[in-house]
């Protein structure tokens, strides 16, 4: 059984070494945003391998509650972007 739901896209992601990134696109079928009190992407991990699917990635949960587009734990802006601040991948679309 297949769950359709509207989420986010993920619009871009700078991570190129995570295994669900290909060519700065994500593939995951839902990322988790927010690690503590830093819009971390929790989904992130280095592989030397890469996904080959090729579905857009939504946002399935943030955990960083103040976050203006943070509703109920859900993200609620249209897209977001995943990039780097320093070495780790964060919302870029976080807004506090």
């Excluded at 059984?1 to 619009?11: G, L, Y």
């Excluded at 509703?71 to 506090?96: M, P, Q, R, W």
């Amino acid at each position: 059984m297949i769950i359709a739901t509207d989420m986010p896209e993920v619009s871009r992601c700078a991570a190129t070494e995570c295994t669900y990134n290909t060519d700065s696109s994500c593939h995951a079928r839902a990322i988790t945003i927010g690690h503590g009190t830093d819009p971390d992407c929790d989904t992130y991990f280095s592989n030397s391998l890469h996904t080959k699917r090729e579905r857009i990635a939504g946002v399935g949960a943030c955990k960083i509650s103040d976050c203006t587009h943070n509703e109920d734990f859900e993200c609620a802006a249209e897209k977001i972007e995943l990039g780097y601040s320093g070495d780790t991948v964060n919302c870029l679309t976080y807004a506090h």
